[in-house]
């Protein structure tokens, strides 16, 4: 089973509910987390453990300028505007680039090569028994977050229970990281803020036809906007958490709520099970 | 025209609240921008009266006429995005992978494929009590959000350019939309939390700006949470001479003013809203000595 | 010399258009004659990558300064591998003010 944990909204403790959900199963079970906000990874700072890394490559085109008479078919074709051809060179803006491949397809002198170019990092530990972490990350100033996502998955596939946990947004790195998973929980807090995210977000697990379900977190009691929206939208809240100064210590200091309070563990074993019964997995 | 973005890194450090709440202190004629596109937040505070939308076009996006198709796969075999779906036989796009490059439309030996014309948001312009407001929509699941942040942008400056001040909420994160937000800035303010996570991202965040040219401000919000990890993150200010020029307490009137729809400054003298007061003549003061290192 | 400025319309006589990659035409000039010739942007609503094909668009048609309002990273970092000068016009004048500001070297660099 693959699980998703997302949030439209930043800050609401998709992280927080990723790790202590890994960290509880991890004792019975075979779990393998992802850290899918490859711009700010940070699952890793709750799992300090030796790990190692490999770097993600995407491929950009290099012109073999004794083989190029500077057509400008390939500038033309870009549809990024990623290559310019001057009159004695051709100018490439790498950040520009998606690794498409079409100037290498339309040069009618097979003068464009693809050469790997690192964008990001996989890093890979075994923080305690019965865990796996993968944590993809991009390089400062790089804007292509998806290829670093896809090969992060990459690395959990087929393994029985994958954990991934998302960037904020609705945008492509966070299509890109649901694009699979069997279930999606939708972290949120009850302001309209964390409200008018949650809806945003509930939007893109159903346009992409995944079982969706809440949870409230740093609830200070005043939820019955977030109940009332999650009851017209057939959603299941899945668990509640309650602010308390406490529980923000545990966070900020790095810690693991289950760590620290094992008397938690209970709670995210039921929501596993809440999990696996929006999955439609069998028990 | 001086041009500040608040922005985080890390999210959810309450970026959003200390933007709208500045929007109300900082002196001169002013022009708002929520570049926050994925999740447009800075209207739920500034109460805006709309006074229009565009369509956003994004990139262009493929689409297969069934009719020319002659089922060779070759638009599959070569798309690098997994964009191109076939079911028995028939082939389409999914617009929620495809980039828009148009390779498809080069390897297609009957023609059947052409790039298509997408609306993929809607650009709002709005005015509140504090000047004008752009912000934007984008279809949820759509691509080209470091896109709709430029046009936002150019929006605002093209509007509006005539203000004293551009006053940006950003995105969270390092990729492509704060790429878009922090280019062409004067400063950026950085406004983050007492925690591992929030000094980690604060570092990531302020190594994409060294790559831009703007000042780099810190602001802590709630660093009464963690004092230890506050100590922290000032110690790493000192040592990289960033100016760390805020602290805002935790305080529930913050929640209490956002379900209020107003910036926490407008609700009396809460500990949250005297910091930030002391945040707005900070930032003046800065923006108004050049030489200060960035 | 050919000098491009970004304009709103197709004569010397529309306002300079501030925006590059997006102005609707771009009028190229002769530095000495005074003759031009406009060209319409084909690029003025396209979705990504515009500042480097307008400013492949005006390479090939051999500008050699080019005056604008606003100017992005990647058009300008074309520009200036080609040895293309750039200048700002903000004054809110026709793109023969802005002509006659570039003759009369009172135009700023772009930075």
């Given at each position: 089973?693959k699980?998703?944990v997302?949030?439209?909204?930043g800050?609401t403790?998709?992280?927080m509910v990723?790790?202590?959900?890994?960290?509880t199963?991890?004792?019975?079970?075979q779990?393998?987390?992802?850290d899918?906000?490859v711009e700010?990874?940070?699952?890793?700072l709750?799992?300090?453990?030796?790990a190692?890394?490999?770097e993600?490559?995407m491929?950009?085109p290099?012109?073999?300028e004794?083989?190029?008479?500077?057509?400008?078919?390939?500038?033309?074709?870009?549809?990024?505007?990623a290559?310019?051809?001057?009159?004695?060179r051709?100018?490439?803006?790498?950040?520009?680039?998606?690794?498409?491949?079409?100037?290498?397809?339309?040069?009618p002198?097979?003068?464009?090569?693809?050469?790997p170019?690192?964008i990001?990092?996989?890093?890979?530990?075994?923080?305690?028994?019965?865990?796996?972490?993968v944590?993809?990350?991009?390089?400062?100033g790089?804007?292509?977050?998806?290829?670093?996502?896809?090969?992060?998955?990459?690395?959990?596939?087929?393994?029985?229970?994958?954990?991934c946990?998302?960037?904020?947004?609705?945008?492509?790195?966070?299509?890109?990281?649901?694009d699979?998973?069997d279930?999606?929980?939708l972290?949120?807090?009850?302001?309209?803020?964390?409200?008018?995210?949650?809806?945003?977000?509930?939007?893109?697990?159903?346009?992409l036809?995944?079982?969706?379900?809440v949870i409230?977190?740093?609830?200070?009691?005043?939820?019955q906007?977030?109940?009332?929206?999650c009851?017209?939208?057939?959603?299941?809240?899945?668990?509640?958490?309650?602010?308390?100064?406490?529980?923000?210590?545990?966070?900020s200091?790095?810690?693991?709520?289950?760590?620290?309070?094992?008397?938690?563990?209970?709670d995210?074993?039921?929501?596993?099970?809440?999990?696996?019964?929006?999955?439609?997995?069998?028990? | 025209m001086?041009?500040?973005?608040?922005?985080?890194?890390?999210?959810g450090?309450g970026?959003?609240?200390?933007?709208a709440?500045?929007?109300?202190?900082?002196?001169?004629?002013?022009?708002?921008?929520?570049c926050?596109?994925?999740?447009?937040?800075?209207?739920?505070v500034?109460?805006?009266r709309?006074?229009?939308?565009?369509?956003?076009?994004?990139?262009?996006?493929?689409?297969?006429d069934?009719?020319?198709?002659?089922?060779?796969?070759?638009?599959?075999?070569?798309?690098?995005?997994?964009?191109v779906d076939?079911?028995?036989?028939?082939?389409?796009v999914?617009?929620?992978?495809?980039?828009g490059?148009?390779?498809?439309?080069?390897?297609?030996?009957?023609?059947?494929?052409?790039?298509?014309?997408?609306?993929?948001?809607?650009?709002?312009?709005?005015?509140?009590?504090r000047g004008?407001?752009?912000?934007a929509?984008?279809?949820?699941?759509?691509?080209n959000s470091?896109?709709?942040?430029?046009?936002?942008?150019?929006?605002?400056l093209?509007?509006?350019?005539?203000?004293?001040?551009?006053?940006?909420?950003?995105?969270p994160?390092?990729?492509?939309?704060?790429?878009?937000t922090?280019?062409?800035?004067?400063?950026?303010?950085?406004v983050?939390?007492?925690?591992?996570?929030?000094?980690?991202?604060?570092?990531?965040v302020?190594?994409?700006?060294?790559?831009?040219?703007?000042?780099?401000?810190v602001?802590?919000?709630?660093?009464?949470?963690?004092?230890?990890?506050?100590?922290k993150?000032e110690?790493?200010?000192?040592?990289?001479?960033?100016?760390?020029?805020?602290?805002?307490?935790f305080?529930?009137?913050v929640?209490?003013?956002?379900?209020?729809?107003?910036p926490?400054?407008e609700?009396?003298a809460?500990?949250?809203?005297?910091a930030i007061r002391?945040?707005?003549?900070?930032?003046e003061?800065e923006?108004?000595?050049?030489?200060?290192?960035? | 010399?050919?000098?491009?400025?970004?304009?709103q319309?197709?004569?010397?006589?529309?306002?300079?258009?501030?925006?590059?990659?997006?102005?609707?035409?771009?009028?190229?000039?002769d530095?000495?004659?005074?003759?031009y010739e406009?060209?319409?942007?084909?690029?003025a609503?396209?979705?990504?990558?515009v500042?480097?094909?307008?400013?492949?668009l005006?390479?090939d048609?051999k500008?050699e300064?080019?005056?604008?309002?606003l100017?992005?990273g990647?058009?300008?970092a074309?520009?200036?591998s080609a040895?293309?000068?750039?200048?700002?016009?903000?004054?809110g004048?026709?793109?023969?003010?802005?002509?006659?500001?570039?003759?009369n070297?009172?135009l700023?660099?772009a930075?």
């Amino acid at each position: 089973m693959k699980l998703a944990v997302a949030s439209g909204k930043g800050g609401t403790g998709k992280s927080m509910v990723a790790a202590n959900l890994a960290f509880t199963l991890a004792s019975t079970r075979q779990v393998t987390l992802v850290d899918c906000d490859v711009e700010e990874p940070n699952l890793h700072l709750f799992f300090p453990a030796p790990a190692t890394t490999t770097e993600v490559t995407m491929p950009v085109p290099v012109v073999d300028e004794s083989a190029c008479d500077h057509c400008g078919k390939c500038g033309e074709f870009c549809q990024y505007g990623a290559i310019t051809v001057l009159r004695d060179r051709i100018l490439f803006l790498p950040e520009l680039c998606h690794s498409c491949g079409g100037c290498t397809l339309v040069c009618p002198n097979s003068a464009i090569r693809e050469e790997p170019k690192r964008i990001g990092t996989l890093t890979t530990s075994a923080p305690m028994s019965g865990m796996k972490l993968v944590s993809g990350k991009l390089d400062e100033g790089n804007p292509h977050a998806v290829p670093i996502i896809r090969a992060a998955k990459i690395l959990a596939e087929g393994d029985p229970l994958v954990i991934c946990d998302s960037a904020p947004g609705t945008s492509c790195p966070v299509v890109e990281m649901l694009d699979g998973c069997d279930a999606c929980i939708l972290v949120t807090e009850s302001t309209p803020f964390g409200l008018h995210d949650l809806e945003l977000a509930v939007d893109v697990a159903a346009r992409l036809d995944i079982p969706a379900g809440v949870i409230i977190n740093r609830s200070d009691g005043k939820d019955q906007e977030t109940l009332r929206f999650c009851a017209g939208q057939d959603l299941d809240v899945l668990m509640t958490i309650p602010f308390s100064r406490e529980i923000a210590a545990i966070q900020s200091r790095g810690d693991l709520l289950c760590r620290a309070r094992p008397e938690w563990q209970e709670d995210f074993c039921s929501l596993y099970l809440k999990c696996r019964s929006l999955a439609g997995v069998e028990r | 025209m001086i041009r500040i973005a608040v922005i985080s890194g890390k999210g959810g450090t309450g970026k959003t609240m200390v933007t709208a709440a500045l929007s109300r202190l900082l002196s001169g004629s002013l022009v708002l921008a929520d570049c926050d596109v994925d999740a447009a937040n800075l209207e739920l505070v500034q109460s805006p009266r709309l006074l229009r939308t565009d369509p956003f076009m994004g990139m262009k996006s493929a689409v297969i006429d069934p009719a020319a198709c002659v089922q060779c796969g070759e638009c599959e075999a070569h798309c690098r995005f997994g964009a191109v779906d076939r079911d028995d036989d028939k082939y389409r796009v999914n617009p929620l992978r495809c980039e828009g490059c148009a390779v498809c439309t080069a390897v297609c030996p009957a023609g059947a494929v052409t790039m298509q014309p997408r609306q993929t948001g809607e650009i709002k312009y709005s005015e509140t009590a504090r000047g004008h407001l752009v912000h934007a929509r984008l279809v949820s699941g759509a691509g080209n959000s470091g896109l709709l942040v430029h046009a936002v942008k150019k929006t605002a400056l093209e509007r509006d350019g005539q203000c004293d001040l551009f006053l940006i909420d950003g995105p969270p994160g390092t990729g492509c939309p704060l790429i878009s937000t922090i280019s062409g800035v004067d400063a950026v303010l950085v406004v983050t939390e007492p925690s591992v996570s929030g000094l980690h991202d604060l570092k990531r965040v302020v190594a994409v700006c060294r790559q831009f040219r703007p000042r780099v401000l810190v602001a802590v919000n709630r660093w009464d949470l963690d004092p230890s990890q506050m100590e922290k993150i000032e110690a790493w200010c000192r040592d990289e001479n960033i100016s760390l020029i805020g602290r805002i307490p935790f305080d529930p009137a913050v929640i209490d003013a956002v379900r209020a729809g107003v910036p926490v400054t407008e609700t009396g003298a809460s500990p949250a809203a005297q910091a930030i007061r002391t945040l707005a003549v900070t930032i003046e003061q800065e923006l108004s000595n050049p030489d200060r290192p960035k | 010399m050919k000098i491009c400025i970004t304009a709103q319309g197709a004569t010397p006589d529309t306002k300079v258009e501030e925006r590059f990659g997006r102005a609707p035409y771009f009028i190229l000039m002769d530095r000495e004659t005074g003759s031009y010739e406009a060209i319409a942007n084909p690029f003025a609503d396209g979705a990504g990558g515009v500042g480097p094909k307008a400013a492949q668009l005006i390479l090939d048609r051999k500008a050699e300064a080019l005056v604008s309002g606003l100017l992005g990273g990647n058009a300008k970092a074309v520009l200036d591998s080609a040895g293309v000068t750039q200048y700002t016009y903000r004054a809110g004048g026709s793109v023969r003010d802005a002509f006659d500001a570039f003759r009369n070297n009172t135009l700023e660099r772009a930075e």
